[in-house]
């Protein structure tokens, strides 16, 4: 009988995509505004996933500076969209700096493309981190542009003919809208011409090359178009959150987005959305009270396994401490969230090394059994 995983993978992606959009417009309509953020939050970083995915997933290029293009984004649309910017005059309709955004977004994508051409592997990973420190710093000590570590804030919101997205409501819809159409751009190239010739860079680039695929000018356009996703992520993240400063672009950003790509599934978009619900939506959601209030209803099943940890701590002599109230998990999993992101990162990569929910053809390429080398007769 076939999984549940290899039933998923048999439903057309559009169904996923329709399935996705369906649960957060429900949630726009019958949730809060503090669950609605964490939606907005989850769907933020499933679009920068889907950019990085044509990186990495498609390409197989490591990126570790991805939170540049990001950065990228909310800057341009902060040093041009908010009053108080030192260095531009006046106020820029988002809608105009928005497409500006994506395109510059672009064009710093394949500036970083450029010098990393020959590049492969750990190298590659090491110079585009980085270069997102580059970015960072270089927004920390540009004052007369960015205002350096105070920022920028009371960006104008975008508009539309009945007033202004102001509402976290109105922007979960924004965001939704950029991820379908991120979803139907990214799944259009990746069963292309363009998404096959990156397929094979990321297989065997040399092989590939010797087919007579341009290597460089595909990179060079997954560079641009994954940094064009990002920028668009942070030209609706500005507005939303109204601050834009360099602390909030560090190298976490793209570990967090890195991360639910692998642990969700290179490759697959729907994989990419299963990773941002487990590694963004779940701490915010175990922060909140009503979520400690459901797991104080388990707190029988904590005793048992503290009562479990007290007696291999007596036959052991260690002490490996107890599980806390539920009241406290949400705080301790943003206390460890980096340890909790590793240990998934390695579970992952020894359990389901193509990711929980990866494309077909790259599972079955997982799957593959290793010829046995021929013997010497």
Not at 184 to 200: C, I, N, P, Q, Y
């Amino acid at each position: 009988m076939p999984s549940i995983r290899s039933q998923l993978q048999q439903v057309p992606e559009w169904a996923h995509a329709l399935t996705f959009l369906v649960v957060g417009l429900l949630g726009w309509y019958f949730l809060d505004d503090t669950w609605v953020r964490v939606l907005f939050l989850v769907t933020l970083y499933a679009t920068l996933g889907m950019g990085l995915n044509v990186v990495v997933g498609l390409a197989g290029l490591l990126d570790l500076g991805f939170v540049a293009f990001f950065a990228t984004g909310a800057y341009v649309v902060a040093i041009w969209g908010a009053p108080i910017s030192p260095s531009v005059e006046g106020v820029v309709n988002y809608w105009v700096l928005l497409p500006m955004a994506v395109f510059i977004g672009a064009g710093v994508g394949m500036l970083l493309g450029l010098p990393v051409l020959p590049l492969r592997g750990d190298y590659l990973a090491i110079v585009t981190l980085g270069f997102g420190e580059i970015i960072r710093i270089l927004a920390l000590n540009m004052d007369d542009y960015t205002r350096g570590s105070s920022g920028i804030f009371a960006l104008a919101k975008p508009d539309y003919g009945a007033g202004k997205i102001d509402h976290v409501g109105d922007f979960l819809i924004m965001i939704l809208i950029a991820a379908m159409v991120v979803w139907f751009v990214t799944s259009r190239l990746r069963d292309s011409k363009v998404g096959r010739a990156w397929e094979a860079i990321r297989e065997d680039e040399d092989v590939a090359q010797g087919m007579g695929i341009n290597t460089t000018r595909y990179k060079l356009m997954a560079f641009a178009i994954g940094a064009s996703i990002g920028a668009l992520g942070g030209a609706i993240y500005a507005p939303f959150v109204d601050f834009v400063a360099p602390a909030q672009f560090g190298l976490i950003v793209s570990i967090n987005v890195l991360a639910l790509v692998i642990i969700g599934g290179m490759g697959n978009t729907s994989g990419v959305v299963v990773g941002s619900a487990l590694l963004i939506g779940v701490p915010e959601l175990l922060q909140f009270e009503e979520t400690a209030n459901l797991l104080a209803k388990f707190g029988w099943l904590r005793d048992g396994l503290n009562t479990v940890i007290d007696g291999f701590n007596a036959i052991s002599f260690a002490d490996l401490g107890k599980l806390p109230p539920s009241e406290e998990w949400g705080d301790k999993l943003a206390l460890y969230r980096f340890i909790v992101f590793g240990a998934l990162l390695v579970l992952v990569m020894v359990l389901r090394p193509s990711g929980l929910f990866p494309s077909r053809r790259r599972e079955l390429e997982f799957q593959a059994e290793e010829p046995e080398p021929a013997g010497i007769a």
